[in-house]
């Protein structure tokens, strides 16, 4: 029996770290936007009344917590681990490293560039020279709250490229719709249709040939890439009309249990968008 948590009261694990996320998306958007940068759309103000910097530790050690159940289990001394990063941010933000990331990165001793290279399950060791300014900031926030810098689409984390929906461009109102159609979900459910939901960047930067065929792709930072997201006249609603359309146009080629459930979704997805104002 699948037990509803909204009306039990029981948290799961992926709410607790759906809540973990949002407050270090929101708390490290403050601290973005005290170096004049953008953090995440979506975010919640936060406390005036308790300083910013005890702000980061305590969400750090709160989304640590949860993760260290989730992407850290296992991790060989995972307290010091989350310690010693914990200290690098509050190193960058006593010294401007969100103003100058790759300087303040250049600074750091091996031994806490490998613990940030651990926290972001980077493969390589970091190369500081060879980073983007969004790759080297994004190293000195938690994971959740990386932010596509750039509005390319992608979310670089050192010299990793990623893809997230939402990301920190997503609007407040697309972000609520998205929350609620996916609530209850599982990480593994949740992940696939966030693929799906940025699969118009993917496909935008493919290069094809005058017989429809594709013959090769654009890489982030060409200079061709487009990420047609960021285009003011997109559309979410369009997005899942378009979904649905696909679904049943392919319906007799589906399971029919797949069908539904895909359908449902994103049903409901369009519907939250139309609710909350969304494009």
Not at 122 to 138: F, H, M, R, W
Request: cysteine-free.
């Amino acid at each position: 029996m699948r037990i509803d948590t909204r009306q039990s009261g029981v948290m799961t694990l992926e709410d607790h770290r759906r809540a973990a996320n949002q407050n270090v998306q929101s708390v490290f958007s403050e601290v973005l936007a005290n170096f004049g940068r953008e953090g995440y759309a979506s975010a919640e103000p936060v406390a005036t009344d308790t300083p910013l910097d005890s702000q980061i530790e305590q969400s750090w050690t709160n989304w640590y917590r949860v993760e260290q159940l989730g992407r850290y289990r296992g991790q060989e001394d995972a307290a010091a681990l989350g310690e010693t990063y914990a200290n690098v941010m509050s190193k960058a933000y006593d010294e401007g490293g969100y103003a100058a990331p790759k300087e303040f990165l250049r600074g750091l001793p091996p031994e806490e560039l490998k613990t940030v290279q651990t926290i972001h399950r980077l493969a390589d060791p970091i190369q500081v020279d060879s980073l983007s300014e969004e790759g080297a900031l994004n190293l000195l926030v938690p994971p959740a709250a990386q932010v596509d810098l750039n509005r390319d689409g992608i979310t670089q984390s050192g010299a990793a490229n990623g893809i997230r929906f939402p990301d920190s461009t997503t609007s407040p109102e697309v972000t609520q719709a998205w929350e609620e159609a996916t609530a209850g979900m599982s990480w593994g459910e949740r992940a696939i249709y966030e693929l799906r939901m940025k699969l118009p960047v993917l496909t935008a930067n493919f290069i094809v040939d005058g017989n429809g065929q594709i013959t090769g792709q654009r890489e982030p930072g060409d200079p061709d890439w487009v990420n047609p997201m960021a285009d003011p006249e997109y559309s979410f609603v369009d997005e899942t009309k378009g979904w649905i359309d696909y679904l049943d146009y392919f319906k007799n080629q589906m399971d029919p249990d797949q069908y539904a459930k895909d359908r449902s979704f994103f049903e409901s997805l369009q519907q939250k968008l139309i609710e909350h104002g969304a494009p």
